[in-house]
């Protein structure tokens, strides 16, 4: 979360997001296999010259079954944290969270879920980037999302934590079904928490010159395949 924000959709940088069959299971093995074959991310911090001390990479892999995108994230972690409770808690104040920000080019409004590795989420309905300038942290809540149609999990692996989304077209302003041939603008980020030291690292899918995940101007496209 940050108040500044970009506006102007000029990216130029375009994934294609492959079309897949849906999961066969919702097990993390029958995930894995079906998005293995997507459009595969990776997590940086483009507005820094080098890497911090400390960065864990992430991988996030995308792919879309007609009506919905599934999203799935493996991110490396040595200690894997967060004291979120509940529903639309705070995450990102709280310890380690995946981010997602989705929103159909042309189209001011955008959904942001966020994912905590205890199951915990997230999930607000920006009607423009504008409205977070104006929005002080207590109204917040006027921007929850009740979104049961969006899939949303984590779970504990080996070497850190993964998480896993799916978002119905329906979950998203403006956008309809079928996908194919749809671009949206897409950015996926992390929080990662280190307790003892005091520390959050952060990074993104996006070309970002500043920390800041509402410049939606440098989001990457999304087509989604035939």
């Known amino acids: 979360m940050s108040l500044a924000v970009m506006t102007d959709q000029s990216s130029s940088l375009e994934t294609l997001c492959p079309r897949i069959h849906p999961p066969s299971g919702q097990d993390w093995e029958s995930l894995r296999a079906c998005l293995s074959g997507g459009a595969r991310w990776e997590m940086g911090q ?3 010259s080098e890497p911090e001390a400390g960065f864990a ?3 996030v892999w995308t792919g879309h079954s007609g009506d919905r995108l599934h999203v799935l994230a493996e991110l490396q972690d040595e200690e894997v944290f967060t004291s979120a409770a509940g529903k639309n808690d705070s995450l990102w104040l709280q310890g380690d969270v995946f981010e997602i920000f989705i929103g159909l080019r042309g189209h001011p409004g955008y959904i942001e879920y ?3 590795p205890n199951g915990c989420t997230l999930q607000l309905l920006w009607p ?3 409205a977070l300038m104006t929005t002080p942290q207590k109204g917040l809540p006027h921007f929850f999302a009740e979104d049961s149609a969006a899939v949303l999990r984590a779970t504990h692996s080996a070497g850190g934590w993964a998480a896993y989304a799916e978002i119905p077209a ?3 302003p403006g ?10 603008d897409a950015s996926f980020s992390r929080y990662d928490e280190t307790p003892a030291a005091r520390r959050t690292i952060l990074s993104t ?3 970002h010159t500043q920390a800041v995940w509402h410049r939606r101007a440098e ?3 999304l087509r989604m395949a035939e």
């Not at 956008?175 to 949206?184: E, F």
């Open 57 to 59: 990479p992430a991988v």
């Open 170 to 172: 329906s979950s998203i």
């Open 219 to 221: 989001w990457r496209a």
């Open 205 to 207: 899918t996006s070309p």
């Open 114 to 116: 966020h994912i905590a």
């Open 46 to 48: 483009d507005w820094l």
């Open 175 to 184: 956008a309809t079904t079928p996908l194919s041939g749809q671009v949206w």
């Open 128 to 130: 423009d980037a504008e």
